[in-house]
């Protein structure tokens, strides 16, 4: 009998050179590998423990600083001079110095991976890649110094979670809302070793950049990554194709079913990723930071959502925004096309590229007791700052209204 | 067999409380055992001894790559953690770096902060005062990688090997 097979299933089986199947454990080789300044520093040292000079393949390798970026400290700035001589000893063309963008952003923009690959970073949110219809997940420095050394590295064949979401998102409603909303009914750890693939009519009708979101947060359920079938758009962001998969009907080991038609603006509220909510519920909420960027939410797309909402309107007196664009081709589009002045008349800061304040080191720490409302991915205990203080996450339509109010707002107010 | 005394940890511990990303960028690496699970409990490096265990809830581990979750974990002396469930990177990161993990459904019910429990790794059997807990044993790969001591001394063992 001829079993059916999900993409993901089809992606290893295609690189391994046999069929396999959710549950094997296989050595698998890989297409491509990227770490950042952060993860880089570690990969090093397990590579020079483990006695290795030379890596295996320089071209297939990445290395984009996003997150001391620029270094807030002479120690993150010692250890990224680390980072950087070890680049060019190994002769990397593909590395990347701080003012390029996030590794997740920049490592697709160059073109660097195509569908059907099987991509490992030294990131959790390599997920972000399964968008692109390939396999994509994140590991650890010495996951990463290992592939780097062998080419390959060992995983479980994961099962895959389908998400069919129904319907066309609404006016104000955008793929934040969505996977925020699939997170609140899968949960943080609903996907666990498996993999989630994002399907169904409103998947379909979304940009590229959208899609790019719900993979992100893949990681947030538990998942390895989020696959999200290819067609004419992601074909248009790399700038290339590869060898496409898709999942056979029915070959799914689970089905999660969301309307997206009916859905309205969400945000996970302070302390975990599945705790969401319409935001309707928690209007009013002070906010003392907002923060609109991230390989979540820093695209171009996002940041022409929420000039929309800002142009012509001010920054709330008690609240401080800072925009980051994800990359830099991101910063001088929106700079072309005038959303860069919309934000800073508004009273917005614009901040270099990279992950900003998303975790807490830098460009917008939170005080004690301080509440940001953020389009980044975590909400954890301390993520953004002091331990007393939390985090709202949110759509950039959501940010830029409650920033405006200077507390939690429903974007849907500001239609216009 | 690894014998030692509870800590006792609650679900979704994830990397951010374990080792919070301000302490990453340092040079001195032996800052991130002084930091370890400071995000959950504050006082807990000068509370925890070596050989003591760490039982959790479901999803120990969750968020970022950072490995050094796993290593200031080690680096303070835990001697294995125990939980419900792990998130997979974290998982990933511990066997890398011959920190033993047992994933034994249950376990939160059947040990209180304090008790001494022992874990045999080979069967994957945590005995507690309250009786045993079962998990299925690491596939025999990764009980190697644990214990050549990580994926590096693994590597190293695999080239040694490969050159004869």
């Known amino acids: ?416 | 067999m690894i014998r030692g005394r509870v800590w006792k940890f609650g679900d979704d511990i994830d990397t951010d409380v374990i080792i919070p990303a301000k302490y990453l960028r340092s040079v001195d690496q032996s800052v991130w055992p002084k930091h370890v699970l400071e995000g959950v409990d504050p006082g807990f490096s000068s509370k925890v001894k070596p050989g003591d265990i760490i039982v959790a809830g479901k999803n120990f581990g969750c968020g970022s790559s950072r490995e050094q979750a796993a290593l200031a974990i080690k680096w303070a002396g835990v001697a294995a953690v125990v939980a419900e469930s792990f998130a997979r990177i974290f998982f990933r990161n511990a066997i890398n770096n011959g920190l033993p993990l047992v994933e034994a459904k249950g376990i939160s019910g059947m040990v209180e902060e304090g008790d001494v429990i022992e874990i045999d790794l080979d069967r994957g059997i945590v005995k507690t005062p309250k009786g045993e807990a079962k998990s299925t044993p690491l596939p025999p790969f990764l009980q190697e990688i644990l214990k050549s001591g990580g994926l590096v001394e693994y590597y190293k063992a695999q080239v040694k090997r490969e050159q004869k």
Not at chain 1, 153 to 165: A, L, N
Not at chain 1, 333 to 360: H, N, S, W, Y
Not at chain 1, 374 to 382: K, M, Q, V, Y
């Open chain 1, 1 to 416: 009998m001829a079993m059916a097979s999900t993409a993901v299933e089809k992606i290893i089986s295609d690189k391994v050179g046999r069929r396999v199947s959710a549950g094997e454990f296989v050595e698998c080789p890989v297409d491509f590998a990227y770490c950042h300044d952060g993860t880089g520093v570690l990969v090093i040292d397990a590579l020079k423990r483990m006695g290795v000079e030379r890596i295996r393949d320089p071209d297939s390798f990445s290395i984009v600083f996003d997150h001391s970026v620029p270094p807030y400290s002479d120690q993150a700035a010692t250890l990224q001079a680390r980072v950087r001589k070890f680049a060019r000893e190994q002769g990397l063309k593909k590395f990347h110095d701080m003012g390029e963008g996030i590794c997740h952003e920049v490592v697709p923009e160059k073109g660097y991976v195509a569908p059907g690959m099987v991509v490992f970073g030294a990131d959790s949110h390599t997920c972000t890649l399964g968008s692109f219809a390939l396999f994509s997940t994140g590991v650890g420095a010495t996951d990463l110094a290992f592939i780097l050394a062998t080419g390959k590295t060992w995983m479980k064949v994961p099962e895959t979670i389908r998400v069919e979401c129904r319907g066309t998102l609404r006016e104000a409603v955008s793929s934040k809302d969505l996977i925020l909303e699939i997170t609140r009914v899968i949960g943080t750890d609903g996907a666990t070793y498996k993999a989630l693939e994002f399907a169904g009519e409103a998947v379909r009708a979304m940009s590229q950049s959208s899609r790019m979101t719900m993979s992100n947060m893949a990681v947030e359920m538990g998942a390895k990554t989020g696959f999200i079938e290819a067609d004419e758009k992601t074909v248009a962001f790399l700038g290339r194709d590869g060898k496409r998969f898709s999942s056979d009907s029915g070959a799914f080991h689970e089905l999660v079913e969301v309307d997206a038609g009916s859905l309205e603006p969400c945000v996970a509220c302070p302390g975990s990723v599945a705790n969401v909510k319409p935001v309707r519920e928690v209007e009013g909420a002070h906010v003392d930071q907002a923060f609109l960027g991230s390989c979540t939410n820093g695209r171009y797309e996002d940041l022409y959502e929420a000039a929309r909402i800002l142009r012509g309107r001010r920054v709330h007196q008690d609240t401080r925004m800072i925009v980051v664009p994800a990359s830099k081709e991101v910063h001088m589009k929106a700079q072309r096309d005038g959303l860069l002045d919309i934000f800073l008349e508004a009273g917005a800061m614009i901040g270099v590229t990279g992950c900003g304040p998303c975790l807490g080191v830098h460009m917008g720490v939170i005080g004690e007791n301080e509440v940001a409302v953020s389009t980044s991915n975590r909400n954890f205990i301390g993520r953004m700052g002091a331990r007393s203080s939390s985090v709202y996450l949110a759509s950039p339509q959501t940010v830029a209204a409650s920033a405006v109010e200077g507390k939690i707002t429903d974007p849907r107010r500001f239609l216009r």
